[in-house]
Nanobody, 126 residues
Framework: VQLQASGGGLVQAGGSLRVSCVASGRDFSSRGLAWFRQAPGKEREFVAAIRWNSGSTRYADSVKGRFTISRDNAKSTIYLQMNSLIPDDTAVYYC????????????????????WGQGTLVTVSS
């Protein structure tokens, strides 16, 4: 399984950005995919997750109402649309995929995911 994230960049506070993650190598229909982020000097934290087959989603409280995770089956790609960005959103954003079908209660845990992309940097200026 390979995950390739892209779309990061520099954006002003209040702006929007969309990051993408192309997944390849296996059938993803029975998997969960997620976005995590890691800011300088901080631990990696959960952002959003989606079950590939059902499209059901889960979000961290800090991004609810501002971020939207989605998938494009034909392109084997997941997206993270980020609106109303704030400086605290500055981080390297990583996409991740599970080996199996995740239980909803575990979708926010990094140990649920077995495959990780290389990350894309999002910088929000004040």
């Amino acid at each position: 399984v390979q995950l390739q994230a892209s779309g990061g960049g520099l954006v002003q506070a209040g702006g929007s950005l969309r990051v993408s993650c192309v997944a390849s190598g296996r059938d993803f229909s029975s998997r969960g995919l997620a976005w995590f982020r890691q800011a300088p000097g901080k631990e990696r934290e959960f952002v959003a997750a989606i079950r590939w087959n059902s499209g059901s989603t889960r979000y961290a409280d800090s991004v609810k109402g501002r971020f939207t995770i989605s998938r494009d089956n034909a392109k084997s790609t997941i997206y993270l649309q980020m609106n109303s960005l704030i400086p605290d959103d500055t981080a390297v954003y990583y996409c991740a995929a599970s080996s199996g079908f995740p239980i909803v209660s575990t979708m926010g845990l990094p140990q649920t995911y077995d495959y990780w992309g290389q990350g894309t940097l999002v910088t929000v200026s004040s």
